[in-house]
């Protein structure tokens, strides 16, 4: 299963977080790591952008063996279907950059409802409600369903890319899986900003 982590520097609210090194690893590299941990994962690439921000996060990649495309700084959702039309993939799986604790097991559950399910749904995700804190997310699409819905998309939704399909859930096939009790110390794992950060550097340090 093809996994396409979308990432770039360009971060207003922290800018170059992904690059930031949590125990001498940057976190791009770090969600890397806790993703290949699933054993159905079979491809990782890092989904960017062509602007020369992202320059670093490419020497960083380069420097850890990890495949890379890169597409649109703002237009997410082509620069997600460029990737998995490269990579001639059904489906992806979308995992942000700014998770470094993202947990492979639920990776893992997604992976198996689409298996039992043989390609039946255009969206599997356990944001639609959401149920898991943020820095948990795991959205496998359809290629061939974003690829026909491409072009109705606003502005914004072509750059958070799933917001379409969840507006407008009457006309896919959707399927979310819950957690009942999530068992997570923090109510947020991902890294939007610099608070975000000394909460994820606590939970290493318990390590």
Do not use: C, W
């Not at 700084?73 to 059904?90: D, E, F, P």
């Not at 409600?129 to 974003?146: A, C, D, M, N, Y």
């Not at 819905?149 to 507006?167: D, G």
């Amino acid at each position: 299963m093809l996994v396409i982590i979308q990432a770039r520097s360009s971060s207003k609210r922290f800018p170059k977080k992904i690059l930031y090194k949590i125990k001498s690893i940057p976190i791009i590299i770090h969600v890397i790591n806790n993703v290949i941990k699933s054993r159905f994962v079979s491809k990782v690439v890092v989904a960017t952008s062509n602007k020369k921000t992202d320059n670093g996060l490419i020497s960083i990649l380069k420097k850890n063996r990890v495949d890379f495309y890169r597409s649109s700084l703002n237009n997410v959702a082509l620069r997600l279907l460029n990737t998995a039309i490269k990579y001639k993939k059904n489906s992806f799986i979308r995992i942000s950059g700014d998770s470094p604790l993202i947990n492979f097991k639920i990776i893992d559950k997604a992976i198996s409802i689409k298996k039992k399910s043989k390609g039946k749904f255009d969206i599997i995700t356990n944001v639609f409600p959401r149920t898991f804190p943020s820095g948990q997310s795991v959205e496998i699409i359809k290629t061939k369903t974003l690829k026909k819905n491409l072009t109705k998309m606003s502005i914004y939704e072509k750059e958070h890319v799933t917001p379409f399909f969840y507006s407008h859930y009457d006309r896919f096939k959707i399927i979310n899986f819950k957690s009942k009790s999530y068992k997570g110390k923090l109510k947020k794992y991902s890294v939007d900003n610099k608070k975000d950060l000394k909460n994820i550097l606590k939970e290493f340090k318990n390590d």
